[in-house]
């Protein structure tokens, strides 16, 4: 099937990714690199032990309504960084071209919309590829709400680098989303061993963090959109002011048509980000509902005040 010059790529359409600026020898010389799609695992399920647990267990996963899988080529090329956590970086691209590999003449230079959105590639620290594995999980078990709730995600790509490769970013410390040593998770990843290999999400660019000074806690797309991974029975577990962001600009010449929501009928003004603690829950929206709404309630009044309370 040929590449489609007036439409919206399938989230499914990308097999592998040529990636430039990413990654470089060790004497400094930037090199490009080919990574392929993964099949991501099983999101992991977590059984809540609580009054409001759903009597038939996990809910399956909603439906996509995606054709079948393609296997086309996408260039892209770093910009700059976005931002920077635990487990990962952002990094603004240009979408050098789209090609088909089994057909050389079939190429798109550019591609923009109303094929693709401008695009952000979210790299897993060298220590860190199991979160964005378990990232890229809840991005398929919510690709129903891709567009909608959260941001679109076009696949999660690996390559194995040559043993005088480095990534952008290797070697260096970040403590900007610096969590309890307490936690489990983190414990586990930090003690992984590390791995001479590129691993990152490819997904849509979004809005501007949440404005200081605000009253959100009377804002009720804000809580649509944390309901909406609840009918697709997955616990974000992760609430804080960096995973809020605005949709992208709707008048943007390098954004995708926002999508209604299936469930409120509205288009969304806001996004969920950074999945790498989001597990599968058994609560009953009941349930899912009100530990959110204490969650919010507690970043909103932060935010209300003009600073940032988390959670931790």
Not at 16 to 31: N, P, W
Not at 249 to 273: D, G, Q
Request: charged fraction near 25%.
């Amino acid at each position: 099937m040929p590449i489609s010059r007036d439409e919206p790529l399938a989230l499914n359409a990308v097999g592998s990714v040529v990636i430039r600026g990413l990654v470089k020898t060790q004497d400094g010389k930037k090199v490009s690199v080919q990574a392929t799609r993964c099949k991501p695992p099983p999101l992991l399920a977590v059984h809540e032990n609580h009054l409001y647990v759903r009597p038939d267990g996990f809910p399956p996963r909603v439906p996509d309504n995606l054709p079948g899988p393609q296997d086309f080529r996408l260039e892209l090329c770093i910009r700059k960084e976005l931002s920077s956590g635990r487990c990962g970086r952002v990094f603004l691209t240009s979408a050098m071209s789209l090609s088909d590999p089994s057909d050389p003449s079939d190429v798109m230079l550019s591609p923009a919309p109303p094929v693709l959105p401008q695009l952000v590639v979210k790299v897993a620290r060298p220590k860190y590829t199991e979160s964005l594995s378990r990232e890229a999980a809840a991005y398929h078990e919510m690709q129903a709400i891709q567009g909608v709730s959260i941001a679109r995600c076009y696949g999660w790509f690996e390559a194995e680098l040559d043993q005088d490769h480095l990534l952008y970013d290797d070697g260096e410390s970040d403590d900007s989303d610096n969590d309890s040593s307490s936690n489990v998770h983190a414990a586990s990843q930090s003690k992984a061993p590390q791995t001479n290999k590129v691993s990152f999400l490819v997904l849509e660019r979004l809005g501007s963090k949440l404005e200081m000074f605000v009253n959100y806690a009377e804002d009720a797309d804000m809580y649509e959109v944390y309901e909406d991974l609840g009918f697709m029975g997955v616990d974000h577990a992760d609430v804080r002011y960096a995973n809020i962001l605005k949709r992208p600009k709707l008048k943007s010449s390098r954004a995708l048509p926002t999508l209604k929501c299936p469930y409120h009928n509205v288009v969304h003004h806001y996004r969920v980000v950074d999945f790498d603690r989001a597990t599968k829950t058994d609560f009953t929206m009941r349930g899912y509902n009100a530990r959110t709404a204490t969650d919010l309630g507690m970043l909103f009044e932060g935010i209300a005040h003009g600073g940032i309370i988390e959670p931790w």
